[in-house]
């Protein structure tokens, strides 16, 4: 069974910048794809960005690209997510998932383990 820990949200101005951090542990996350969705109480969870399991695909909402970046080191079993420039409409519970599969795809059905989430706020 594959665990995963987010860390890293917290309180910030628009403008600044936060990474956040997921850690698997349970297995190797070497052949899962990874994905950052986001979440606003009341709302649906939302696509934020995605990677393949070798790192080199990258997948992004709209929303954020240009802005955020994903990365991951799969020798660690982390995966990041670099967001700059946040804006108020940034905040949200952010999760970190993992899919059995190769494509960083956007939709949340596909992904098979999901972490607890951490809270990133975004002050205007």
């Known amino acids: 069974q594959v665990q995963l820990v987010e860390s890293g949200g917290g309180l910030v101005q628009a403008g600044e910048s936060l990474r956040l951090s997921c850690v698997a542990s349970g297995r190797s996350f070497e052949s899962y794809a990874m994905a950052w969705f986001r979440q606003v109480p009341g709302m649906e969870r939302e696509f934020v960005a995605a990677?393949?399991?070798?790192?080199?695909?990258?997948n992004y909402a709209n929303s954020v690209r240009g802005r955020f970046t994903i990365s991951r080191f799969n020798d660690k079993n982390t995966a990041y997510l670099q967001m700059n420039s946040l804006q108020p409409e940034d905040t949200a519970v952010y999760f970190c998932?993992?899919?059995?599969?190769?494509?960083?795809?956007?939709?949340?059905?596909?992904?098979?383990?999901w972490g607890q989430g951490t809270q990133v706020t975004v002050s205007s």
């Open positions: 990677v393949t399991w070798s790192g080199r695909g990258a």
């Open positions: 998932a993992l899919r059995r599969g190769v494509g960083a795809v956007n939709f949340p059905t596909a992904y098979d383990y």
